[in-house]
Every structure is written in C-alpha cells, then in structure tokens.
C-alpha cells in the first residue's frame, strides 16, 4: 500500500539505461523560462516595493530607479550569459568561483547558494501567500502561515515526481500572470497620456528642489539605499546558469536564449511597475501589497453594462501573482539541491547528497529544502520584508564572487583573447554594481534579519569544511590502503579453477576494485581457509548526479564496473579460486543489492553473503551520516529475509592507520 501511495504521488521509477532518457528529461527554453525564471520574474512582486517604500516622500527619484533597474538587470544577464559560454555544463556561483578564484572561495558561494536557495522557497512562498492573502477577508490571516506550510509540502511532492512533470504543470500560471501583468502596466502608463510628456521635468525639478534641501550625497545616498533595498528584483538571474545540465542540447544556445528571455520579462514588468507607483501616486494600505494597491487603482474605473470589473480582475492578477511566486520557488527546488549534490561530489557535504532517486531526481536536496523553509518561515513569521533582506544578502555574496571571478579570468586571458577588454569592462561593471548592492544591503538592514543570514551561512561554511577535512583523512587511509593491497604480488596459476556447482559461495559485495574490497576477500580467506569453492563479486554502478549527464558518461560508469570486477575474478583466480561477477546500474543501491543477492542465493544454494565495513574508532552520529552504512542496511534487509550476511570491519584509526 505504501509503495502503491508514493507511486500516486511522486510517480514510479525512470529507467535511467534508455538512450533517451536525458533528452525526455533536458528542458527546452520555454519550459527553462518557466522553471527557472519565474524566481527573476516573480521578484518583481516585492523587489520594486521595496526600492518605492524606501524613497519615502522623494518618491521622484522613482524614475532614476527604474532606469537603474532595467540596466542593472541586462548587466547581470549578460555577465552571466558570459559565465554560461564559458562553463557549459553549469554549475553557476559555486563552479565558477572555485574554477577561477579557488576552493575555498568556492565553498563561500556555494554555502551562500544553498542558504539564497532555502530562502528562495522561504520568501516566494510568504511572497506568494501575502499576494493571495490581499484579496482574501481579513478574518482569514490568522490562516496564513498554515496555507505557507502546506504550499511547501504540495511543491515538495511536486519535485520528488521531477523536474520537467512539475514544470509543466505550472505552464498556465506562468501565461496568466504574463497577460494579466503585460496590459495592466500598460493601461497604467498610457492612460496618463500627457502626464507623460511632463514626467522627466517634474522629475528634474523635484531633483533640484532635493538636492538644495538634502545636498547631493544626501538626495544621492537615499537613492543608493532604495537602489539597494530593492536588490530583491535582481535575484533569480543567475538561476540559469546554475541548471545549464538540465536544459536541452545545445545547451549553451538554450540557456542564452532563456536568459534573454528572462532578462527581457523581468525588466519590463519590474521597471513597468515602478512606473506606475510613481505615475499613479500608489501608497501603501497596511493588509495589502503595494501591487494590490497598484491594481485596484488601476481597475477602478471599470465597467461593463454597470457591472465593476475590479474585484474579479485585481482577484486574477493577485492569484496569478502569488501562483507565480509559488512557482518561483521552483528555482530553489531545482537549484539548491543541484548545488548540494555538485558540493557533495567536491567532497563539501556528505555524499548521499549526490544520490538520485528512483524518478532521477536528487531526493534528499529536495527534502532538505523542504524542512529547511519551514524553519526559515517558523522563525521569520513569513515577514517578506525580513526574508527579502536575507535572501538578497546571499544572492549578491555570489553575484560579487562570481562577477570578480569573471574579471580575473578576462585579465588572466587578455593575451590570447581579441575581445578582452569589452567582456572585462562588463563583469568590472557587474562587481561594482553587486558589491555596492551587498555592501549597503549588509549595512543597512544587518539589525533586521541580516545578521541572521551571515550567521547560518558562516555555520555552514564551517560545517563544510569539517565535513570535507573527515573526507579527506579517511581518503588518506584508503589510499594507504590501496597501496598495500592492490599490488599483492600472485603466481598465475597453470589451470584455471572450475565451478563447483554445490560447493560453498561466497558472494562478495564490492564498490570498486580498491583496498576495501581486498580487505574483505583476504578476511574471508583467513577465517574460513580454502572453504569457499566459489566466489561470486556484485556491483551496483551508482548513478548519481555527477554520471546522470548523459548517455556517455553512463556507458563509461558501465564500463569500470565491469573492469573493476574482473580484475577481482583475475586476484581471485590467481589465489585459486573459481570466481564469476553480477553488476547493474541503478540509483537505489540497497536496492538493487538485495534484488541481486535474492537471485543469486537461489542460484547458488550453499551462498554466504560478505560485505566490508569502515568502522571508526570513536563511531558517532557524524561518522555515521557521512558515511551509507551500506553494509549494515543490505545486512538488516537480507536477515529478514532468511539469508545470512557477514560484515568485515576496515577499522579506521584517528592516527590514520588501518588494520
């Protein structure tokens, strides 16, 4: 019944060896636009709020933003064009920083990634509910953060079904917002008419009549801190070139195109809206948002056959807005797994976030995300305000990284490239505008949420590299390890043994040929000497997000299955014993395991099953997560079933020695 429940609703599993399954999964522009541009596009449901309250009274200064923001927005869309030509196959903020300025300042973006992820989900959810809520009676508010909690579990089930299922079924909150948001910001600049011919004046004029009661760096720091404050609008850019492996071929092609497009809807509807604050003299009206206000002021006056049609168009837009908004939390879906699993193959977190699930999608990013905002709502109360200054912080740490990581590669190149300067001065252009952003957003708003984010985002940080340090001394071992057994000096025997049909098997569950495997063969020798007769080598190919890249790289994990196990047939036969291998491919590797032993003890009738273990000296709940327990896990799982597992321990020592 269980398995029949989670069939309904995340779907059943994809059969990763079909040669088409990377086409039948990759996104084409549209669908990337819808996926991973909605979070640009829906920030402008809260971004221009922002940047407008924040004027205060000079709200002329309006006009200046909202060129400030269309530039700003084609500046960051072309750098990031810039990042996605020269790393193909994504990896976005975190990869790009890395590559060009370093590891550690690579896990400084991506650790600023994953929490702007969290807080992606966080911010469009409240975002979206607080839309929705505008329109709603207010007896209902007290309903609110439960609507929120619920939302997060629906998108949850929705991106444990896959990328391009849940995509598609937004597809039609992604056109009504277009359409309802493309005529009302038109309606409301043209309907001024004139008003439009004396706007660059009175803006003028107010400007001077600013500038004489404020001075310049007064009127100057206002506008910067407005500019800033609003920086919201600008997040979800880089979100393409961060999911570049999920797009379709060509890749680079497409996910220029969907950045175009992105670019373009993003600033017509952010610099749109702001326009209309300022023609239309919007003030805020507490238990609404200013693009509530916006749209009622815009629709009242209309009419047919004397019935208002207010009501029902604010009501459309609002749902589409919050739709939407709940749609853009899709890019922290999509995006902040996708970082933790390219962090994980780096070794920055624990490995099982590479893992993917049945329906090839990396379950336990998605589900950490998941509890993650719901921590981040329980504790903000779904304040926007408060998750937009948190959220934008993070956004512009990697906006800044990977703008300067983009001028030391122009400069480095600047011999060989023709075109250098011109690409250098745009990503130059890009770190000051982003720095600036993130300096006085930092400053400004640190009291108000923004200790918060630095703070879980240097705990983070810290957690990496301990995790990464854990990593790299077990390496250490294992490589020692390795040295010692895999070059075992054997004399080739004359005759190759034979099968034994109803002799004793030993089937043996290995990884990879390496040092743990030779371990558990040479354990298996010295306690149960010359007893087995035959010996039986399984494999799972694990497929997880660092293979799932294409039909190459899963024919090449293919490939060193199959040659890691015959050289355990080869050692094998030169100690004497006859000795055959199974292997699959899949991405439940418990799984496939006991599917594969259950065949062979049926095959085998006198079969004891064998597996090693790295066992700590001091085994903690940290070891314990770091580390799949396989052995331990396929051991529970077959006793029940009546067959008999025998786990070896590789002991692993604090002084980094094995026995």
């Known amino acids: 019944m269980l398995e029949r429940l989670r069939d309904l609703l995340i779907g059943g599993r994809k059969n990763l060896l079909d040669p088409q399954i990377h086409h039948q999964l990759a996104l084409i522009a549209f669908f990337a636009w819808v996926g991973l541009g909605s979070d640009g596009l829906s920030s402008s449901s809260y971004g221009p709020e922002e940047a407008f309250l924040a004027l205060g009274h000079h709200t002329h200064l309006a006009l200046y933003l909202t060129v400030a923001m269309v530039l700003t927005v084609f500046l960051i869309s072309a750098s990031y064009s810039q990042i996605i030509e020269l790393f193909p196959s994504g990896g976005g903020g ?21 929490v702007d992820y969290m807080l992606t989900v966080a911010t469009s959810v409240a975002s979206g509910c607080d839309a929705i809520y505008s329109f709603l009676p207010h007896t209902m508010v007290g309903t609110k953060m439960i609507s929120e909690f619920l939302v997060i579990a629906g998108l949850t089930a929705l991106n444990l079904r896959g990328i391009k299922e849940s995509v598609k079924t937004l597809i039609p909150i992604f056109i009504t917002f277009l359409i309802t948001h493309l005529a009302l910001i038109l309606w409301g600049i043209f309907s001024h008419g004139q008003a439009l ?35 919201g609008t600008f997040t979800g850019i880089e979100a393409v070139s961060n999911g570049v492996q999920i797009l379709r071929e060509p890749r680079v092609h497409t996910a220029k195109k969907t950045m175009l497009y992105m670019a373009t809807s993003l600033s017509f509807t952010a610099g749109g809206i702001l326009l209309c604050y300022l023609l239309n003299d919007v003030h805020h009206i507490a238990g609404q948002t200013l693009n509530a206000s916006l749209w009622t002021t815009l629709t009242r006056n209309w009419h047919i056959g004397g019935v208002n049609l207010s009501p029902a168009i604010v009501s459309i837009t609002l749902l589409s807005e919050g739709m939407l908004l709940f749609l853009a939390a899709q890019t922290g879906f999509i995006d902040g797994p996708r970082t933790l699993s390219v962090m994980a193959v780096d070794n920055w977190v624990p490995k099982r976030f590479a893992h993917l699930s049945e329906r090839l999608v990396t379950q336990n990013g998605v589900l950490i995300m998941a509890i993650a905002t719901v921590l981040v709502l329980a504790y903000t109360h779904g304040d926007v305000r408060m998750l937009v200054v948190m959220y ?17 590669h122009w400069w480095q190149v600047r011999k060989t490239e023709a075109h250098w300067r011109r690409r250098f001065l745009l990503a130059l252009v890009g770190t000051l505008v982003t720095g600036t952003i993130l300096i006085i957003t930092s400053v400004v708003k640190f009291g108000e949420g923004g200790w918060v984010t630095l703070v879980v985002t240097g705990i983070l940080i810290g957690f990496c590299l301990i995790v990464r340090r854990h990593y790299d001394q077990v390496r250490d071992v294992l490589k020692h390890l390795d040295e010692l057994l895999t070059n075992l000096p054997m004399s080739a025997n004359e005759k190759s043994p034979e099968l034994v049909p109803e002799g004793p098997t030993a089937i043996v569950l290995v990884e990879s040929y390496a040092g743990l495997g030779i371990h558990t063969l040479l354990s298996i020798q010295r306690m149960f000497p010359r007893h087995f007769k ?8 694990q497929v997880d997000s660092g293979q799932f890249k294409g039909a190459e790289a899963i024919e090449a994990l293919e490939a060193k299955c199959r040659d890691d196990l015959e050289r355990y047939v080869e050692l094998a036969n030169q100690m004497g014993y006859y000795a055959e291998y199974r292997y699959t491919l899949g991405t439940e590797l418990i799984t496939e395991l006991e599917h594969m032993t259950q065949s062979l ?5 006198r079969s004891l099953v064998f597996a090693g273990q790295l066992v700590f000296q001091r085994e903690t709940l940290f070891t314990r997560t770091l580390h799949h327990e396989t052995a331990f896990s396929i051991q529970r799982r077959l006793q029940f079933l009546g067959i008999q597992v025998i786990i070896l321990p590789i002991r692993v020592w604090e002084q980094k020695r094995t026995a």
């Open 601 to 605: 003890t049926r095959e085998f009738r």
């Open 534 to 541: 035959n010996f039986v080598f399984v494999t799972v190919g």
């Open 197 to 231: 011919g004396v706007i660059i004046p009175d803006t003028v004029r107010d400007t001077h009549l600013a500038v004489q009661e404020l001075g310049t760096l007064g009127v100057l720091a206002i506008f910067l801190r407005a500019f800033s404050l609003g920086g």
């Open 392 to 408: 934008s912080i993070n956004v512009f740490i990697t906006f800044t990284l990977s703008q300067m990581g983009m001028v030391l």
């Open 94 to 114: 975190y990869l790009v920083a890395t590559k060009l300025l370093g590891p550690t300042v690579g896990l400084i973006s991506g650790s600023a990634l994953v």
